[in-house]
């Protein structure tokens, strides 16, 4: 499997919004609902910031939305705060239950 | 409160072999999948294995397959990777993650370091 497609890095002023698309395939992204986003800050373990496209889990600001159309997936952080800058990634669920990962995003913060 | 923790990382010579395990706490480990994420020095995420609940389902990335192997004990709540024949590239930081129903991630352990080089 390929890795999805995501920008190499994505930049905003404080209070702009920003969105980073995962492009994948009818095999993965296309197939299933089951999207997910990490956010990474350097040194520091991933976590779970949108589940099943939209969802946010518990304690996830309601700035970090997601959508889907297609095989492509995309992340949109509204009102975008010095904190928000970190790597981002997706992830599918692939047809052979398997899991595949974005190549990462960059958020820098102007 | 969830937590997994890792172990058995280490500096290993290409073509060796290593055991990683998972310790899982604060939740019904038997009720879930569980996996294992890596992520290359300065790379991205890439995922490397899973075993459903009562292991009758294990699956491999391409890259791993053949050469690593994930169990699970569940009466003691810990995970393993078998990594056998490592490579170079092999190296990365090894994450055990906790998944809520063949969805997504929704807990992950410090991760663990394995460097192969001679």
């Known amino acids: 499997h390929s890795a999805l497609t995501q920008p190499a890095s994505v930049s905003g002023s404080p209070g702009q919004s920003i969105t980073i698309s995962c492009i994948g395939t009818?095999?993965?992204?296309?197939?299933?609902?089951?999207v997910s986003w990490y956010r990474q800050h350097p040194g520091k373990v991933p976590q779970l910031i949108l589940y099943?496209?939209?969802q946010r889990p518990s304690g996830i600001s309601n700035r970090f939305s997601g959508s889907k159309s297609g095989s492509t997936a995309s992340l949109t952080i509204s009102g975008l705060q010095a904190e928000d800058e970190a790597d981002y990634s997706c992830?599918?669920?692939?047809?052979?239950?398997?899991?595949?990962f974005g190549t990462g995003t960059k958020v820098t913060v102007l | 409160e969830v937590q997994l923790v890792e172990s058995g990382g280490g500096l290993v010579q290409p073509g060796g072999s290593l055991r990683l395990s998972c310790s899982a706490s604060?939740?019904?480990?038997?009720?879930?999948?569980m996996h294992w994420v890596r992520q290359a020095p300065g790379k991205g995420l890439e995922y490397v294995a899973g075993?459903?609940?009562?292991?009758?389902?294990?699956l491999y990335a391409d890259s791993v397959k053949g050469r690593f192997s994930i169990s699970r004990d569940n009466l003691n709540s810990i995970q393993y990777l078998q990594m056998s024949s490592l490579r170079p590239d092999d190296t990365a930081v090894y994450y055990c993650?906790?998944?809520?129903?063949?969805?997504?991630?929704?807990?992950w352990g410090q991760g663990i370091l394995v460097t192969v080089s001679s």
């Open positions: 993650v906790k998944d809520p129903r063949i969805s997504y991630f929704d807990y």
């Open positions: 604060g939740f019904t480990f038997s009720y879930y999948s």
């Open positions: 075993i459903s609940p009562d292991a009758d389902r294990r």
């Open positions: 009818s095999s993965d992204v296309g197939l299933y609902h089951s």
């Open positions: 099943d496209v939209t």
């Open positions: 992830c599918a669920l692939a047809f052979d239950g398997t899991y595949i």
